[in-house]
């Protein structure tokens, strides 16, 4: 018998690749659909490349609506989660593609978003440390961040085997869907594309403390993370190219041994091939996470590039690759693992 | 038990199109993938967004290589099939994605192509009358081209019914991967990336024969195309804007009702609500062709707009729903509904 | 002594293509620079790349601000540059941007705009037959629709010579800037790349009559015009595909001629050698149009395909243009012939 | 009298931004036009928005046709400037818009390019401290390479004030223009849009040593360089992200006035007002490099971000900018400060 989702905030980026990935899922099965804005529309009109969905009308996202569903996703603004989360009920897996279940410090919560810790929940990065199996047991999942993803992947290994220094340094390229659907002016595709531009930069992007969460916890210390998100002229995908002077002794093949020793058996992350390095567009609509490694030994520091569909891998993919760990599927059900290109 | 599948060409853009399918078709096994140049290669360099194949070696494209398959996909240049086909033995399902065995007019296959003409095999286009029924016996395929699937799903109720004169009128643009993977100064990014351009304009296009061949068969007389194709800044995607001038009596009204009972019971071919407009980002990825159709009274034109993505629909997806005919199964099965947006 | 030139509506990508070709022009000084909603702003916020504007700060766009100029330019919402230009006085030479004085048919000019009509001026295309001369006296200019600017270049030399029928068919890709900068859902960077749709299908576009408009005058009678205007993934340009019955007797090389001898001596106008055709690269912040011509001699159809960049030679540039002509200036004074590429 | 200049190399990107600029510089006439492959051909067939020179045949690339002009820009493949130059004699300027003439370091030339040293030329950067007065007195200028303008414009304020470490990471995104005209299947259209990916990763991009050799210049102890250059889906444009680990006792403030303080007076190089950063969008087409700094305090990092257009700042505007220097003319002439946005 089929598991049955609702999806709210369906008629955004989020909402929508949770919907596109369930309809491919053989065990789920759709039921409510809800907006705020935009209750009462088709999803036809706002989703119109989920054609099986069309006809479908949008709900209030309210507990009523949500209520009577094996697993709810949240795809709401952040602050808005606990609450709905909260009337929902403990059976019921709750997994929240937001911000505000993610952050373990208060403070560093109320600094970079402004309102009360709502609480922390299970971390839906499967591929961290200790991460997997907290995922089995609970009803309630924090989906990362999709820089986090990008970023936490590619340096989870360096630092679970103390290859770097703790301070990283993180330039990360990321399609305009990553910024949502708002109607803002720089995210009108006349002045998209053909540009790059950076934003939050100098520590104010609210990945910042996510991402120093992922890394210290590994590091047994506190990493320092200066990180720097630009926005690229593509829909989806992020290039994350991360890096962190190397410890002494550490050659270009222990690295990549430690590379490939952490990633063994990792369904969705691949350390690509000596001489190859990843691009977006292999994992556009693929929950795959491609990395490559390098030591530049001028430099003194260790490179590894990681690419994700920020969509994807970076959040409704890892919502329900995280989901399957906690209905107790296997974690590969219903996700692709083949990229669109080109 | 699984059919196995071999495709030759799998280095191109039709031929990973193919492969990406079959990934996701439940009823297919992958067999031998084979090129020429790129023979000796692993598919992981040419084709990276095929991760689950990314180990797999190209093969020679030789007929010892593709026998012992149930079915062959051939995404050869024009004029090498026939050869293929030849060899591989009746009882061997052959799917051409190339245009070999498209026209059934020798004289027009000379003037537009140079060669001398192979022949003429079942056409895959499902929708279009009768179609269906001679793919169900066939073991040899001529996948349509990705123009002539978009125009001929665009025009086929209109000529079916009369509608319209015959002197069809069509601007199409097409992503930049319905022109392969050669490399031509043209291709290249930097000169594709913001531009806009036509190509064989004034009736040259390989394609115009097929589109005429196809209309022609519906109106029971001889339908002139005029048929521009134009380059766009995108890699996907075909939208074709056709027209013709209504013949007396047609009402936006009839128009319609005729377009609804033509496409009703299609599972691929959606004709879009009124007031909404085909985009070709929604069949990204999805072997859905979406229409809209409006009656220009000022013009005394139909005006008939499709959006299909090039590579599914128009290639690979269309090549995989004859072949599930072909084989006996439901015709839907292992393609996609759906689209990859944003 | 320099001209002064004020530019209404200079937070707007029309008024900023004002702006960045005044900055070129050897005559021109810039004075006031106005806006709505922006008023108080600074340039460099709005317009980043006009950096020897950067400091300029925008005014209220009302006659206090606009008087004391030689030369006032309107790049309003349409509606809004009667009562401007009423109050500037007759003395001052005002470019309308907008669209409120190009139709001379107010019957037609309602059923598009929906307002009442505001009268007709000299319309700024100084390559139709005529125009030149009227522009040379006038002290007010209505700019053309960027559409009718590339679709009337193609066909005037075809209609003026009677070489084919009235009825022309169009099919137009434009860049999202021909859309303005308003916040609309469909115009998000994420939504329109690698997207290519439809819009005002059927005859609803307001350029539509403007075209009839300028081709019916060159034919001595009523033209029928079916546009399709369609969206393309880039900011700027327009390729306009424009197509029409030939006459009896018209050859290629009488077509060919043709267009040779009405272009000849156009300083912006040109038309390719044979074998070539234009992209929109090639003319990106150019004030050029390319042209090439084909006969269909199977479809019976001449092929007219232009390329304009829409906010150049499609509105700032030609409204420049039209300005050197009104104001005894050499007619390419200040305007670009080069486009910029890659 | 004009000066006469000729370029080599002009049918690629570098010698197509030349011969743009020429066209709008005061002082300038263009005198010959060569090419190696595509000598005999006209210019309309490559660079089709060159309007003003399309009738001009290419010449081959050989000193009989340099000859005889007061400059002659050479943009070829590198290791092939020093033999033209040699013969060309010591009065004529000599502009090498390729790598030849930039390293000082034998040893690092070798070990990055492969072949044997030529020499070293005043490099043609002219706000480098002590650059311009070099350029005022040479017939022989290395035009920088396209990131180590981006680069070094970014941080010279930085060490030549001694605000930062001497360990540089830099990350920097350029479009596809960056990699020329080259028939590459990774640089075609259909590869590119949409994604994202770097090259040349740890270490190994031939502009490394040329970054180091600036920013040591200036910090007077060798700075060592962690430079990842990344491919972005657009045609022109760089945007360069650059941090080092700040001194003790630099704060924001301090860092701000360093850089207002050293960039006070150039024509070219702007730094941002507060609050806002650059988009390369801002720059295409344009000399203009805009720049933008914060202190990350929380990661003890200065991070710098420039975005300049690669071929204009970052080539040709660059290598027209020290032509201007090294004829006496003013050094702004006829170079662009407005970008071409949307």
New interface residues.
Partial sequence: MAVRAAVAGASG?AG?EVL?LL??HPEMEIGAVTAHANAGHRL??L??????L?DRVLGPTSVETLAGHDVVFLALPHGQSAAVAEQLGDEVLVVDCGADFRLRDADAWEQFYGTPHAGTWPYGLPELPGAREALRTTRRIAVPGCYPTAVSLALFPAYAAGLVEP?A?I?A?S???G?G?S???H?????????????G???GHRH?PEIAQNLSALADEPV???F?P?L??????I?A?C?ARVRPGVTAETARETYAKALAGEPFV?L??EG???????????N?A?L?V????????L?V?S?IDNLTKGTAGGAIQAMNLALGLPEETGL???????
């Fill in positions: 980026y929508g596109r309809l491919g036809g009109e989703q119109p490349h989920l054609v099986p069309a301070e340094v330039v390229a399609g305009t869907s910024a659907k109607l803002k002016p995210l009108l595709g006349s002045e998209v594309m053909g540009s790059m531009s950076p934003y930069v100098g520590g910042t320092t993370v200066s720097t630009t690229a002229p593509m829909p989806r995908g290039l190219t890096s691949r690509l091939p190859r390095w990843p691009a977006t567009a292999a994992v556009v609509g693929s795959a491609l490559q390098a030591l530049d030994e001028a430099a003194g520091r490179i590039v690419a692709p693992f083949t990229g669109l290109a080109p």
